[in-house]
C-alpha cells in the first residue's frame, strides 16, 4: 500500500513537471518568452524568409563552384588541347600576316633589267627592257594566284596587302622598305606548280622574258624567309559581330 501512495505520488509529480515545461515555465519566475505585435511579426517573417533565400543562394553557389571544380579536374586534358590549337592558330595568323619566320619549298625568281644600248636603243625601247612597279606587282599578283604562300622580294616580306611603287633605280613598298636590282623574289609553295604558273603562255613572266629582261627561276628544297619588319597592327578594320 505505501509503495503504492509513493508511485501515485511520483506520478503526479511527474505530470505537473510535463505541464510546466509545455508551458515554457521559468523556474526563476521569468517568462522565456516575449508578444510580438504584428509589425514585428512581419519583420521576424520577412528575416527568416531572407535568411531562407541567403542560405539557398550559398548552397547554389556552393553547388555551382564545385561543379567548376570537378569539371577542372576532369578535363584538364582537354583544356591542354584546346590551349595548344589555339597557340597553334595564333602562329599560323602570325606566319599569315607575316610576324614569324618561316620556311619550305618553293622557287627563287631572279628578275633584272636586261642590257640596253641609248646609242643603239630610244627610249622606250630601253624603257621595255627595264623593270616597273607595274611589272613587280603583275608578278606578285602571279605568285600568289599560283598558291605562294609566303614572298619575300630580297629581305623584304611581302604581306597580303603590300603595294610596290618605282623609286628611280628602285622599288619602295607601302611600309618605306626599298629594293634594289637584281630582285630575287623567294617564293615558299609547291614548287613545281609555282614554276609552271609563272612560264605559262601569256604570264606576266613570259611577257618579260620577251621583253630581253633577265629571268631565271630555280626551283629549291628549302627556302627561309625572315619575318615582315612592318608594322602590322590593324587601325581602321574591326570585326563585324552582326554575323556569328
Not at 518568452?33 to 531572407?50: G, H, I, K, W
Not at 613598298?173 to 630582285?183: C, I, K, L, Q, V
Amino acid at each position: 500500500m505505501k509503495n503504492n501512495k509513493g508511485f501515485f505520488f511520483v506520478f503526479i509529480a511527474t505530470i505537473i513537471l510535463g505541464v510546466l515545461i509545455s508551458m515554457n515555465f521559468n523556474f526563476k519566475g521569468i517568462q522565456s518568452y516575449s508578444q510580438l505585435n504584428a509589425t514585428e511579426y512581419q519583420n521576424a517573417v520577412e528575416e527568416r524568409a531572407a535568411l531562407y533565400r541567403d542560405i539557398g543562394n550559398l548552397q547554389e553557389d556552393n553547388n555551382e563552384k564545385k561543379d567548376k571544380i570537378r569539371n577542372y579536374a576532369q578535363n584538364d586534358k582537354k583544356n591542354d588541347k584546346i590551349l595548344d590549337d589555339m597557340k597553334t592558330q595564333i602562329s599560323d595568323y602570325k606566319s599569315f600576316i607575316g610576324s614569324n619566320n618561316v620556311e619550305g619549298p618553293g622557287i627563287i625568281l631572279k628578275i633584272n633589267d636586261g642590257t640596253t644600248n641609248a646609242l643603239e636603243e630610244n627610249t622606250d625601247e630601253i624603257n621595255n627592257k627595264l623593270l616597273h612597279d607595274n611589272d613587280m606587282a603583275l608578278v606578285l599578283n602571279e605568285l600568289r594566284v599560283a598558291g605562294a604562300e609566303a614572298i619575300s622580294v630580297n629581305n623584304h616580306r611581302i604581306l597580303p596587302w603590300s603595294g610596290v611603287i618605282c623609286n628611280w633605280a628602285f622599288l619602295g613598298f607601302d611600309d618605306g622598305g626599298m629594293e634594289y636590282a637584281p630582285f630575287n623574289i623567294y617564293a615558299i609553295g609547291d614548287p613545281e606548280k609555282l614554276k609552271a604558273a609563272l612560264l605559262e603562255d601569256g604570264s606576266h613572266v613570259k611577257q618579260l622574258m620577251l621583253r630581253k629582261l633577265y629571268v631565271d627561276i630555280k626551283v629549291v628544297d628549302k627556302i627561309i624567309m625572315p619575318p615582315t619588319t612592318a608594322n602590322s597592327n590593324v587601325k581602321y578594320m574591326s570585326r563585324d559581330e552582326s554575323k556569328k
